[in-house]
């Protein structure tokens, strides 16, 4: 599964996905690959710049703004579940 969470003007992309060594147990993981940001994140990663810290986000926030968009699909939605269970304390979709 690869799923195309975001993509900017410059060509970097989120991806939620099962398709690297990252993922265990088939879980996604928020694959990212931009010119200021690349590797694998779990929901409560860190991502963004230390300065200014503004920037900062969790991998989470990114996953649940992503599954609560109306067009999302079923395996989407559930593909956005499976990876935001990995942190219970994090927010979740329904």
């Given at each position: ?18 398709e ?14 931009a010119?200021d ?44 579940r499976?990876y ?11």
């Amino acid at each position: 599964m690869r799923l195309l969470v975001t993509q900017d003007e410059a060509g970097g992309t989120a991806y939620l996905t099962n398709e690297t060594c990252a993922s265990r147990y088939g879980i996604p993981v928020l694959e990212i690959t931009a010119a200021d940001v690349d590797g694998d994140f779990g929901p409560a990663d860190l991502i963004g710049d230390l300065d200014p810290p503004e920037t900062l986000c969790r991998a989470a926030d990114v996953v649940v703004g992503w599954a609560s968009q109306p067009d999302r699909t079923d395996e989407e939605r559930e593909a956005a579940r499976r990876y935001l269970r990995q942190w219970p304390e994090g927010p979740q979709v329904d």
